[in-house]
């Protein structure tokens, strides 16, 4: 399994890379790209958007199905990844490149899983 | 517990996405839809279509009887020709939506969906008039789909030419692909140019073997229900229980050609057709004009005024933009008219484009 040492990861498959102690990037996991097949609409929140952990934070969907994007972490939208407006095979292609957004003031997050813990996540949902 | 193909292993083999569909393991996609969808729109795809159901209608009064239970005219229709119809309950509903194959005068396969089957199966038997019988050859069956523009240079390698069926909707009973006997049919469910082929199930996995090998050097690629469905969508081809279901009338949905009500013979569900009148509703195309993909079941408004509601869309790969089908209130069913489908809380403008999005 692709699974980038720098990242943490949660059980709905988002993975989240700390840039600063209350900022990270967010996007979803290998697998969870995997599961969904090719991309081919994504949803994404606006700059200045308050994000809470553990609730949406907006979608993604492959042609047969449309899945929610849950945010690991409370805080603010500072960036939005504007190109997979256009381009959302990026995250099918790379998906530990291709970050959705990026949450600065962080005040609260999810329960992490380490990449090792995440993969075996990953083995027992199979 | 659902029910295998006799491809199943050549799924697993060919590394599918086994799902459960209509009480059948079959892969929604191999490695990717997109590129499945693609491969049937540019060269040619292959699918296993084998939970379809296979009737046979046999006897003196067989003709009689699918005139009785089907709405659409077979008087005209000559030995190898195939035709589109609908079984109607009594209140002008939809039973099902099956190709009738006139193998000869007293013998008819009906070709119905596996979801469908066992209801189809049982109707008709209740129904039947006379001399005719039905058996259920489901089992007997594999069904492939070998479709796409280069369909018939694949077939060519191992077909005879004069089995090849020319025309659409027609086919050949006893053609030999390879050394498989198999029905062979012009015929499809994508909107493609293709065929369909029915053979003993036990030869169904030595066919397959033959069809992708033959299909290499022409870039096919094996095909799964997720291609199937976005192809038959983006043909504007209407989908049992989508489209169409046991109380929506044909005449609601577009499937008004199928209809005879001035054919002679009566037949079950022309009384309640008649006494429903012009219908207020009817299907349309939508091309989603705002950002999003609206799918089935979504509501459509204009203004506070709910419409209609959309009855299958996704993303299509080949147009790449999102489509739907829907059923609307006919006085909103005219081209360029613009509604708002409601997609989980949020409004998405559409707008009313000609079906079929694509032709071939």
């Not at chain 2, 729109?41 to 159901?53: I, P």
């Not at chain 2, 030999?176 to 003993?200: A, H, K, N, Q």
Request: aromatic residues 8%; proline residues 5%; glycine residues 8%.
């Amino acid at each position: 399994m692709n699974l980038p040492k720098s990242m943490v990861f949660t059980k709905s498959h988002e993975w989240v890379k700390f840039l600063s102690e209350d900022t990270a990037l967010i996007g979803l996991s290998d697998y969870a790209q995997d599961q969904m097949g090719s991309l081919v609409f994504v949803n994404l929140p606006m700059v200045g958007d308050e994000v809470i952990a553990g609730e949406p934070l907006g979608d993604v969907e492959s042609v047969k199905a449309v899945s929610d994007v849950y945010s690991p972490v409370t805080g603010t939208v500072s960036r939005v990844n504007e190109e997979l407006l256009d381009a959302p095979e990026s995250i099918n292609q790379d998906p530990y490149a291709a970050w959705l957004v990026e949450v600065s003031d962080i005040s609260d997050r999810d329960d992490f899983l380490s990449a090792t813990e995440y993969e075996e996540f990953c083995l027992k949902e199979e | 517990m659902e029910k295998t193909t006799p491809l199943f292993q050549m799924h697993e083999q060919e590394g599918g996405k086994i799902v459960p569909f209509a009480g059948y393991l079959l892969p929604v996609q191999y490695k990717d839809i997109l590129e499945e969808h693609m491969a049937v729109r540019e060269r040619a795809g292959l699918f296993d279509v084998s939970h379809m159901g296979e009737l046979l209608l046999t006897g003196h009064d067989a003709l009689d009887t699918l005139h009785y239970l089907c709405s659409n005219r077979f008087h005209d229709m000559q030995d190898g020709r195939v035709r589109y119809t609908l079984l109607l309950n009594p209140q002008g509903g939809v039973i099902d939506d099956l190709l009738v194959y006139r193998l000869s005068a007293e013998r008819y396969l009906l070709v119905v969906n596996a979801s469908n089957r066992e209801k189809d199966a049982a109707w008709i038997k209740e129904h039947l008039l006379g001399n005719t019988q039905l058996e259920d050859c489901s089992d007997h069956f594999a069904q492939l789909a070998l479709q796409g523009p280069k369909a018939k240079e694949i077939l060519e390698k191992l077909v005879k030419a004069e089995e090849i069926p020319a025309k659409y909707y027609t086919f050949t009973e006893e053609a030999l692909v390879g050394d498989i006997p198999c029905l062979l049919s012009r015929t499809g469910y994508t909107g493609s140019f293709g065929y369909e082929l029915y053979c003993p199930s036990d030869d169904a996995k030595k066919l397959w073997k033959l069809l992708r090998e033959a299909g290499e050097e022409f870039g096919l690629l094996p095909c799964g229900l997720g291609a199937r469905d976005t192809l038959r969508l983006e043909a504007g081809m209407p989908l049992y229980g989508h489209e169409m279901d046991d109380e929506v009338s044909p005449m609601e949905t577009g499937l008004g050609f199928a209809v005879k009500l001035d054919k002679e013979e009566d037949f079950i569900g022309k009384k309640a057709l008649m006494e429903r009148g012009e219908p207020t509703v009817t299907r349309v195309g939508l091309k989603v004009v705002g950002r999003g993909i609206v799918r089935e079941e979504c509501p459509l408004f204009v203004g506070q005024e709910e419409v209609g509601k959309t009855t299958s869309g996704t993303f299509l790969p080949y147009l790449k933009g999102a489509y739907a089908m829907a059923r609307v209130n006919r006085s909103y069913a005219e081209l360029g008219t613009k509604l708002m489908a409601s997609v989980r809380g949020r409004m998405i403008e559409v707008e009313v484009v000609p079906l079929p999005f694509y032709q071939a």
